[in-house]
């Protein structure tokens, strides 16, 4: 049974149900893993992943890192706990999309604001060519 997800949209297109559908599957293949096949017949957003699916910490580590593979983001491990349900790891994933847009949308826009810079006067500078600046060797001094 997928999950159903909220109606929040990421400004590149993702929607909270798009991405409860990611992390349902990315729990189903742990709980599969783990031979918990009851508990996954029950998946919903709000099923407790320690009480619901009998998830120990092992387990949950194992989601987060599936997690932030499948989405490309770090997930702070104490973010999540024991008591934590499927649809706090949604909401951690959407929360951390929009951080991670919102910085990619700044650092462009500091791109930009370079471009908007006025051209300043560059100095002038002179450049050594293979046969400029080089010493004869009657001209090096000798040392004492």
């Known amino acids: 049974m997928p999950l159903v997800g909220t109606d929040t949209r990421t400004s590149k297109g993702r929607t909270g149900a798009e991405i409860a559908l990611a992390v349902e599957q990315v729990v189903a293949a742990v709980v599969d893993e783990h031979g918990l096949v ?4 029950g998946l919903t957003l709000h099923s407790n992943l320690h009480d619901d699916l009998g998830m120990d910490e092992v387990d949950l580590i194992n989601v987060l890192f599936r997690a932030e593979e499948r989405f490309g983001l770090a997930l702070p491990d104490n973010d999540i706990g024991p008591s934590s349900t499927v649809g706090d790891i949604v909401d951690l994933i959407a929360e951390r999309l929009r951080e991670k847009e919102v910085q990619s949308a ?6 930009e604001a370079w471009k908007e810079l006025p051209e300043q006067e560059q100095p002038e500078c002179t450049l050594v060519g293979p046969d400029q600046g080089v010493i004869a060797e009657d001209e090096v001094p000798e040392l004492s």
């Open 38 to 41: 009851e508990a996954r017949d």
């Open 106 to 111: 700044q650092a462009q826009d500091s791109k």
